[in-house]
């Protein structure tokens, strides 16, 4: 059993905690929006007033946040954990961000002789909740080992990419994928649709057939399809649409940076970017509900 401190309990960062009080880990978790304390609390994880206050005296810090700012000013700011913590916990970075940022992160970790990873995860919401999570990590092999038993606690499968930066280098590349495989079958779909074709026969179909994959089988965008997947509950929950198109940002810029040719990562952002243009909601949607931008005459699902 560790001592934990959960930094970001958006819909990745609960059921994280939860998993991780299920396996008899202490977690104390802080995130600005306290209204989301409430399910964990009731689970047995402690409360703190700030990420600070949170990070003393554990064993681990993990963090799941949304973006390069808030990362960067909670690990390397002033006011931030590497200049305020007097212990030396293990830090794991969950978080979809840039590589650079976390070298950043890591080389300053160990100016102080704290062990830092990156460790962002795969499996979306139902994986967290299901306890089934894949972490792509970059970081020292003696830290990875160091926090293997907490990321089983959440996960079934641990992937050392390399060093520092590797693992979001991974999922930097399997989110740009995963966003090109929705995009496809959500065309896909639409296209059956409008020649007649039933969204569930069609995706039987497809997935007894070459055009199989992890959207067709396990996320599927059409409503109805599948019971249990956002698409079947208004597209809520599940992995935001603003974050896709954030994640498939960072994918340009690194291909910018080394000269990699990305037009299909980079087409798939801009049909987000547009369809998130209709209204303010979509950008909280779950990726599926690209399936609407294809099929804007497909009949809602309550």
Request: hydrophobic share 45%; glycine share 10%; net charge negative.
């Amino acid at each position: 059993m560790k001592s934990v401190a959960f930094i970001g309990l958006g819909n990745m960062g609960s059921p994280m905690v939860l998993n991780l009080l299920e396996t008899g880990h202490q977690v104390t978790v802080f995130d600005v929006n306290e209204a989301a304390y409430a399910p964990l609390t009731d689970a047995g994880a402690k409360t703190a007033g700030s990420a600070l206050e949170a990070a003393r005296d554990v064993d681990a810090v993990i963090t799941m946040l949304p973006n390069d700012k808030i990362v960067g000013e909670l690990y390397l700011g002033e006011n931030g954990l590497l200049a305020q913590l007097r212990s030396k916990p293990l830090l794991i970075d969950c978080s979809t961000v840039s590589a650079e940022i976390v070298r950043r992160i890591y080389a300053a970790a160990l100016e102080g002789g704290i062990a830092f990873m990156d460790a962002p995860v795969s499996g979306g919401v139902m994986g967290a909740r299901a306890g089934t999570l894949s972490f792509m990590v970059g970081g020292d092999k003696s830290a990875v080992d160091d926090a293997s038993p907490m990321l089983y606690s959440m996960g079934s499968r641990i992937f050392h990419a390399g060093p520092s930066g590797a693992g979001q280098t991974a999922k930097m590349c399997n989110n740009m994928l995963a966003a090109i495989l929705m995009a496809g079958t959500a065309e896909a779909l639409a296209l059956g649709s409008r020649n007649g074709l039933d969204a569930n026969a069609l995706t039987e179909i497809i997935n007894h057939s070459t055009g199989r994959n992890f959207m067709t089988e396990k996320w599927n965008p059409w409503p109805g399809v599948l019971p249990d997947v956002p698409s079947s509950h208004g597209y809520q929950g599940g992995f935001q649409v603003a974050l896709m198109c954030k994640d498939l940002g960072l994918a340009i810029c690194n291909a910018q940076l080394h000269g990699s040719s990305v037009p299909l990562g980079s087409l798939v952002r801009s049909l987000l970017l547009l369809f998130q243009g209709q209204s303010a909601e979509v950008a909280k949607l779950d990726l599926s509900s690209i399936q609407r931008f294809y099929a804007p005459w497909m009949e809602e699902v309550r």
